[in-house]
C-alpha cells in the first residue's frame, strides 16, 4: 500500500468514470487511464469490472432513446466489459469531465488535445469514457470527512483508496 498525506480543504465531490469497452479491451490502455485517473488526484472510492446486458444499456441511457445514436450507444456499451470507477475529488465532477474532454473524438482533438478522449477516443461512440455525477449520502456524511482530513492509503491489490486508521 502507498501511503498519502492529503488534508483538503473542501468537501470531496463523488463522479461516476467509466471505462468503456473499447478501452478495457486493451490492456495497456486500460491501465493507462488507471494512471492518468491516479495521477490527476482523484480519490478511487470503489472500481469494479462489469459487463452490461442490452437491457442494461437502455435503462442506463433511456434519456437517450430518441435520439439519433441511442440504438448504436446501446448495442457498443453491451459489447464487451467495462470498468466503473467512483471517484472523489474536490470538485470532482467538473475535473473528471475535463479531463474526458469533449463528447466528440474529432472536436476533442482540436480544442482539448491532451485529454482523455483526444489521446484514446476512435468515435463519438467509441470514445474511451463516461462521466456521470454520483450522489451518496451515507458515503458524504460517514467517509467523506474520513477521506478528506485523513491519511489515505491506494492499495495497488484491490486498486482503490481507503483511510489508514489514526496512529
Partial sequence: MLLTTTRLSKVLQLTLAVIKPDAVAHPLMSEALHQ??????????????????RQDSEKFYAEHSERFFYQRLV??????????????????????????????????????????????????????????????????DKDEPLFRSGRILYDLQKQIHTVSAPS
Wanted: a positive charge; glycine letters at 6%; zero cysteines.
Fill in 75 to 140: 448495442e457498443f456499451m453491451s459489447s464487451g466489459p467495462m470498468r466503473a470507477y467512483i471517484l472523489a475529488k474536490e470538485d470532482g465532477i467538473r475535473h473528471w469531465r475535463d479531463l474526458m474532454g469533449p463528447t466528440k473524438v474529432f472536436r476533442a482533438r482540436y480544442t482539448s488535445p491532451t485529454s482523455l478522449r483526444a489521446q484514446f477516443g476512435l468515435t463519438d461512440t467509441r470514445n474511451t469514457t463516461h462521466g456521470s455525477d454520483f450522489h451518496v449520502e451515507e458515503w458524504m
Fill in 36 to 53: 492518468i485517473i491516479l495521477e490527476n488526484k482523484f480519490v478511487i472510492v470503489r472500481n469494479k469490472e462489469l459487463a452490461w446486458r
